[in-house]
């Protein structure tokens, strides 16, 4: 009886251990799963535009990084128009609606208020690489940073290579023009060239002489800005630029309807002559397809046209397009004296236009760690390499390893001539000290949007350019004053000492 | 009069104005129509009257007449209205005329492959209309499109349709044509099936034309539906917005800007709410008004037997 009593607490003991022991070793496994997947459970709200671009690479990482962290993506996408709006509504509603966002750079001064510093998290992830991201000013507001770089926005000139190489066209180009024809430094050249090409029969097909974007709300703006950047900046004397194209530092009076600009919206407005029929109605993308199909002997843009002319289906100018850096100009416009300053070589800054997509946390997000975790996943070393050298990411290198492995470009089909002058030109645009940031003031998409609706009506003949600057004007003045000149000018001084500007 | 006289009256008040049994049931429709339109739309009329900044933070200062004020020396809405009232007028004009026509010539029970034909034509109202907008966008396209290819075949070098300051409204209104047509034919269809066959029969064998039938039988006698199809048609004409912002995006210029796209970019893409809103109602305002017109138009030649 006693030994049986004995046989039933030692198997009742040991029962007793072994579901310990169980619960211990599960428990100890879920402990070693939560430490190796820090976001299980975590679902995390990510808003962009839809695919391809910038959605695109949001839906490649999305299984790998569940897969590392155990955390979910609900992808949130809303037409590019709407984007700001949406994205400002829940800021401005409190709601915690979104754990990360993708937004262009251009709204960092609406949105820096409702965003969570990043600061002390990217100092403790020395995954990222930090050090090997070329562009970041435009990712602080003051010393703060606010955004991860997720890439390199830029803009730069196209042109067919074989066009230029043909003895024929050099031969009747410097007898129209009195200079050999060669890849354009000026803005005048560039004209010229478009000129001299347009109407031209290249194997049995009449080509036209250059694209950009005309259309409001087809980026226009940056179009414009692109030309008149170099008629309006002065390099100051640390190198980095004078704030010539916007707003005057001092009192927040625009700047965009002085004879620098005026000469810039004059020369944008003959390009629209020499460019295919329709071309008014252009927005960016219309430009970079356009320029594929090998109709158009030269083009300025952003890198897209780039990865367009080499990587789209059906392309024809594949091996045969030279990227160059953005023409400039002899003469510059010094805002302050009033007067045009001359140069002998022309002055070329470069145009950072739009600055490049930026993830970003908002202050209201649950899951901040999660949310930075999969920022840095996004922007890591080697998921970024594969997002800009991917076709329709809207992604463009930003990081020195991008410029330097090219058998990943190699790999995703680009041709070795196109590439090495892709890269230069890219990787010159974005470290060059003489580089112009693009306006990121509250009110920068009505400040936008009052120039498109301006240039597009000169465009239509509807307006002179004088008269569409001047109106511009009075409008950025109006606008200038609805969100307070003084709030205006003090956030447009920050703005200029976070990207290095002199005055 | 006794206590119980005086009351009486009182009970069968109460009992008339009871709330009916079931009424409940209606709340949670009442609330959606609330929360979703009826709170929107005073939101946005207390928007219009208000001083609107969004820089930090919403904020709403009641009681202005700014907005108002603006609107009305605004020469880019009276342009984009300007442009919607001749889209309206076009598209809808050219819908009626070509539907009444089809209606006409596919009433005919004895025309041959009749079936066939109303169904072929009812494809374009089945489509998406931002489809359609693509696809029209490329068919325009001076380069490659296939409209300029034809015409190029034919020794005709054709116009920019989308990019010419004069044609790009019309091009537009064109789409809209294509592809509303066959709801005006439907409707006006239907209401020709209603007309009595003996009444033409008989009009033909007093010796009518084929015009006089239709300006003196056929159109007075489908009136009615030919006014709730232009009605619908009007109303759903002056909100265009998808078509023109894909197609041309208001361009060239502001020359196919319709007031509904000048309140997108208005409120959406500058983020002006206050003022956003305010041209949302000019436009509803416009709306209302000609509605309000074509019905008293329409009533005024009834009584005068003009219809």
């Known amino acids: ?503 | 009069m006794t206590a119980a006289e005086r009351k009486a009256p009182v009970v069968a008040v109460r009992r008339r104005t009871r709330v009916q049994p079931g009424t409940g049931f209606l709340a949670p429709t009442v609330g959606v129509l609330f929360v979703l339109t009826i709170f929107p739309f005073l939101f946005s009329v207390v928007l219009s009257f208000s001083n609107v900044s969004v820089t930090n933070g919403l904020s709403i200062q009641f009681g202005s007449l700014a907005n108002w004020t603006q609107l009305i020396h605004d020469h880019e809405f009276w342009v984009s209205l300007s442009n919607t009232v001749v889209f309206v007028v076009v598209a809808v004009l050219f819908e009626y005329i070509i539907g009444l026509l089809l209606a006409i010539l596919l009433v005919q029970r004895d025309l041959r492959g009749t079936r066939f034909f109303r169904t072929v034509f009812l494809i374009p109202m089945t489509l998406a209309s931002v489809a359609i907008a693509f696809t029209w966008r490329m068919l325009y396209n001076p380069a490659y499109g296939a409209i300029d290819a034809f015409l190029r075949a034919i020794g005709i070098n054709g116009p920019v349709w989308l990019g010419n300051t004069h044609l790009a409204l019309l091009s537009i209104a064109a789409v809209d044509v294509w592809e509303w047509t066959p709801f005006m034919f439907l409707l006006l269809l239907a209401g020709l099936q209603g007309i009595p066959a003996e009444t033409l029969e008989a009009a033909r064998v007093d010796g009518a034309t084929w015009w006089k039938s239709v300006r003196y039988i056929i159109i007075p006698l489908v009136w009615p539906v030919s006014v709730a199809g232009i009605l619908l048609r009007m109303i759903a004409a002056f909100q265009v917005f998808g078509r023109i912002y894909v197609m041309t995006g208001g361009g060239p210029g502001i020359t196919t800007q319709s007031a509904t796209l000048y309140a997108f970019y208005t409120g959406v893409t500058e983020f002006n709410l206050g003022y956003g809103s305010t041209l949302a109602l000019a436009l509803m305002v416009v709306v209302i008004v000609a509605a309000m017109l074509l019905l008293a138009v329409t009533r005024r030649s009834v009584a005068r037997g003009q219809i």
């Open chain 1, 1 to 503: 009886m006693k030994s049986r009593w004995h046989r039933s607490v030692l198997a009742q003991a040991g029962g007793l251990i072994l579901v310990t022991a169980s619960t211990l070793t599960v428990y100890a496994g879920s402990n070693v799963q939560a430490a190796s997947k820090p976001c299980a459970g975590v679902t995390l709200n990510v808003i962009t535009q839809p695919p391809p671009y910038i959605a695109g690479p949001v839906l490649r990482v999305e299984k790998a990084w569940d897969a590392k962290t155990g955390g979910k993506i609900n992808l949130i996408t809303v037409p590019y128009s709407e984007l700001y709006s949406k994205i400002m509504t829940s800021f401005i509603t409190g709601t915690n609606s979104y754990d990360v966002i993708l937004f262009g750079s251009d709204w960092l001064g609406d949105f820096y208020p409702y965003l969570r510093p990043l600061n002390s998290y990217v100092h403790h992830d020395p995954g990222l690489k930090w050090q090997n991201i070329l562009y970041t000013k435009n990712a602080y507001w003051g010393k703060t940073l606010y955004a991860m770089p997720l890439d390199g926005d830029n803009m730069a000139a196209y042109y067919q290579r074989s066009l230029f190489a043909n003895k024929t066209f050099q031969s009747e180009f410097q007898k129209e023009f009195h200079y050999p024809l060669a890849a354009p430094t000026t803005w005048n050249q560039y004209l010229n060239i478009a000129k001299f090409f347009d109407g031209k029969v290249v194997n049995g097909h009449k080509i036209y002489g250059d694209l950009g974007a005309y259309q409001r709300g087809g980026q226009a703006f940056w179009f414009y800005m692109a030309i008149a950047a170099s008629y309006s900046t002065l390099k100051g004397p640390n190198g980095a630029p004078e704030p010539g194209l916007f707003f005057n530092p001092t009192n927040m009076d625009p700047l965009i309807n002085d004879p620098g600009h005026l000469a810039a919206l004059k020369i944008y407005l003959q390009l629209l002559k020499y460019g295919p029929p329709g071309m008014i109605n252009f927005n960016s993308e219309d430009v970079r397809s356009t320029f594929a199909t090998g109709v158009a002997a030269e083009a300025y843009d952003w890198a897209d046209t780039g990865i367009v002319a080499d990587l789209s289906k059906g392309t024809k100018v594949k091996g045969n397009t030279q990227t160059i850096p953005l023409p400039g100009t002899h003469r510059v416009w010094d805002y302050r004296t009033n007067k045009w300053v001359s140069f002998t070589t022309p002055s070329q800054p470069t145009w950072l236009a739009f600055g490049g997509w930026k993830g970003a946390i908002p202050k209201t997000s649950l899951h901040p760690a999660c949310a930075y975790n999969f920022l840095s996943y996004l922007g890591s070393p080697k998921q970024s390499l594969i997002s800009v050298t991917s076709p329709a990411t809207g992604f463009n290198p930003y990081r020195v390893h991008q410029f330097t492995d090219l058998k990943a470009w190699y790999k995703a089909g680009y041709v070795k001539s196109d590439l090495v002058p892709y890269l230069k030109v890219l990787k010159h645009n974005i470290t060059d000290p003489f580089q112009i940031h693009d306006l990121a003031i509250p009110g920068e998409a009505a400040y936008v949007d009052a120039l498109e609706l301006n240039t597009s009506e000169a465009a239509a003949g509807q307006e002179t350019p004088a008269q569409a600057l001047n109106r511009t004007a009075a409008a950025w003045n109006q606008i200038t004053n609805k969100l307070g000149r003084a709030k205006q000018l003090k956030l447009y001084d920050e703005e200029l000492k976070t990207f290095g500007m002199s005055w």
